[in-house]
């Protein structure tokens, strides 16, 4: 068997069909090259510029607001895709294929979809800056991108964990979708910085530093904004999250590895859903 010709692939093939076509991966990838472009032309404002960022201005300007739109579209999307009407399912999932195949090729269907229209957004306004203020910072860019990608994976697992149930219906699964958005992207964070208010130095060092390497969303941020901007990116806080995890290289390597806990644990919990729901 070909590898074009694989069940996960020609699963992933569909889905990808089925979300191009969607208004709404149509519509995230016209408000993702939009911001980006506004972003860049009015970073100069409140310092009484004008014109076009570069590249690495606009990628840190950026990063925040990668971290709250792009999980929540990944959620919202995935959830909409893959909690498909009872019927439909039922006739999908009776297919003489894996059901543990079925789920993941269409999670990477999705993933390709929506990564596409991350390239096509910040592509477009790439392009711009690329004209009016050259190539430098280019890399900065990149590394942004990467981020975006990895918030992609890390949310379309978690879609696929709350709609991989049989008996779960899709207004229900998108408004826990919702609250997973904003526990993890806003409230974590509010909680935290209140509860390092009332401790001392060290236990709020050590607080805020597990807190960045348990949450994805903060993760995925702190080491996008590493990448771009190196040790400086945090100033204090840099140095006490380098002494936790003594240095650069440390830093990176447990960064990666929350990420990729969550990309992969979701995703398995999906799959030993699927494979036992009641369809």
Not at 17 to 37: H, K
Not at 41 to 48: E, H, K, P
Not at 89 to 111: D, H
Not at 252 to 274: E, H, N, Q
């Amino acid at each position: 068997m070909s590898f074009g010709s694989s069940p996960v692939v020609l699963c992933a093939r569909q889905e990808l069909l089925l979300a191009a076509r969607s208004r709404w991966t149509q519509i995230f990838a016209a408000v993702f090259g939009a911001l980006a472009l506004a972003v860049a032309a009015s970073g100069y404002v409140l310092s009484g510029g004008g014109g076009i960022e570069d590249y690495a201005r606009t990628a840190t300007s950026l990063a925040s607001l990668v971290i709250l739109l792009v999980p929540v579209t990944a959620l919202v999307i995935g959830i909409l895709a893959l909690s498909s009407d009872r019927g439909a399912t039922e006739i999908l999932y009776s297919q003489p294929v894996a059901r543990r195949t079925i789920l993941l090729g269409r999670v990477l269907g999705l993933f390709v979809a929506l990564a596409a229209a991350q390239a096509i957004g910040l592509g477009g306004a790439g392009l711009v800056i690329f004209w009016r203020a050259g190539s430098s910072g280019l890399s900065a860019y990149g590394i942004l991108f990467a981020g975006a990608l990895a918030a992609t994976a890390i949310f379309l697992g978690i879609a696929a964990l709350l709609a991989s149930g049989g008996s779960v219906r899709r207004s229900r699964a998108l408004a826990i979708a919702l609250i997973v958005w904003f526990g993890a992207v806003i409230l974590f964070d509010v909680a935290v910085l209140a509860a390092a208010t009332l401790l001392t130095s060290g236990p709020a060092s050590r607080l805020l530093v597990t807190a960045v390497l348990v949450n994805p969303a903060d993760a995925v941020r702190t080491a996008t904004l590493l990448g771009i901007h190196g040790t400086t990116a945090f100033g204090a806080a840099s140095l006490a999250l380098l002494r936790f995890t003594r240095g650069p290289v440390g830093a990176a390597l447990l960064l990666g590895a929350s990420t990729l806990f969550w990309i992969l644990a979701p995703l398995a919990l999906a799959v030993r859903r699927i494979e036992r729901a009641d369809l």
